[in-house]
């Protein structure tokens, strides 16, 4: 069974705004870090954003202002805020949960992605 799965991609005009959702299963323990990343058309996949246990976030420099990440622990989601979407935005997002332990990766999910495009 799947541990991760997004939602909320779709079809949008430049400049619109999308709210990506990623639920886990309860089979995740720990406290992962969560994160996103994106793969574009031609393009190899990118990191966007992640966010700590602790709620400590870092973005792509590109899109810091612009993206915000955000987890909701109860829920056991996270989400991807995107406003002032560009064309060059289009493409499978992709959610990842990961868990370490020292240097010990304990487990590295990711799930299977979401659609974004953004039309000009």
């Known amino acids: 069974q799947e541990q991760l799965m997004e939602s909320g991609g779709g079809l949008v005009q430049s400049g619109g705004v999308l709210r990506l959702s990623c639920a886990s299963s309860?089979?995740?323990?720990?406290?992962?870090?969560l994160g996103w990343c994106q793969r574009a058309p031609g393009k190899q996949r990118e990191l966007v954003a992640t966010?700590?246990?602790?709620?400590?976030?870092n973005y792509a420099d590109s899109l810091k202002g612009r993206f915000t990440i955000s987890r909701d622990n109860a829920k056991n989601t996270v989400y991807l805020q995107m406003n002032s979407l560009k064309p060059e935005d289009t493409a499978v997002y992709y959610c990842?949960?990961?868990?370490?332990?020292?240097?010990?990766?304990?487990?590295?999910?990711w799930g299977q992605g979401t659609q974004v495009t953004v039309s000009s």
């Open positions: 990842n949960a990961r868990y370490e332990s020292g240097r010990i990766i304990v487990y590295d999910y």
């Open positions: 309860t089979s995740i323990f720990g406290r992962p870090a």
């Open positions: 966010i700590t246990s602790g709620g400590n976030a």
